[in-house]
C-alpha cells in the first residue's frame, strides 16, 4: 500500500469523523459529464460548466458536480451541515429563487 493509499484510507472530517473510501461494498464513480452542463432555478441560470462531473454512488441518485470556481452566485448559506461518511464534512446552500424546493440544493466540501 502506498503512502498516498494509506493517507486517503485513514481521511478524517473537519470533526474528527472518519471518511469512509468507496469500495465494492458501496461503489462510487465520478466521470466528465458530456458537454456544457447548465443549471437553471426558476428559469434563471445559476451556474453554467464545461467541467462538471458526474458522481454515481450506490444507494443515492445520480448527481451533476460543478466546480466551485464556476459560482453559485445565486446561493446563500442555509447554515446547515451534514457529515457523510463516504464525502466527509458537507455545506448546503439555498438558492432563494427557487424557494422552498431549493432549500439545501447546493452542497460544497473542500474536495472529493
Known amino acids: 500500500m502506498t503512502d498516498n493509499v494509506r493517507s486517503t484510507t485513514h481521511a ?6 472518519e471518511i469512509k473510501i468507496p ?22 441560470i445559476v451556474t453554467e460548466s464545461a467541467q462538471a462531473l458526474r458522481l454515481a ?7 451533476t458536480i460543478c466546480p466551485q470556481r464556476c459560482g453559485h452566485v445565486v446561493a446563500r448559506s442555509d447554515q446547515h451541515y451534514i457529515y457523510r461518511p463516504y464525502k466527509g464534512d458537507c455545506t448546503y446552500y439555498k438558492i432563494p ?6 432549500e439545501c440544493a ?7
Do not use: M, N, Q, Y
Not at 478524517?12 to 469523523?17: A, F, I
Open 12 to 17: 478524517k472530517s473537519s470533526t474528527g469523523k
Open 23 to 44: 469500495g465494492p461494498d458501496h461503489p462510487s464513480t465520478i466521470s466528465p459529464a458530456l458537454g456544457k452542463v447548465s443549471v437553471t432555478v426558476a428559469g434563471r
Open 57 to 63: 454512488e450506490k444507494g443515492i441518485r445520480l448527481f
Open 97 to 102: 429563487i427557487g424557494g422552498s424546493k431549493s
Open 106 to 112: 447546493v452542497w460544497t466540501k473542500a474536495t472529493l
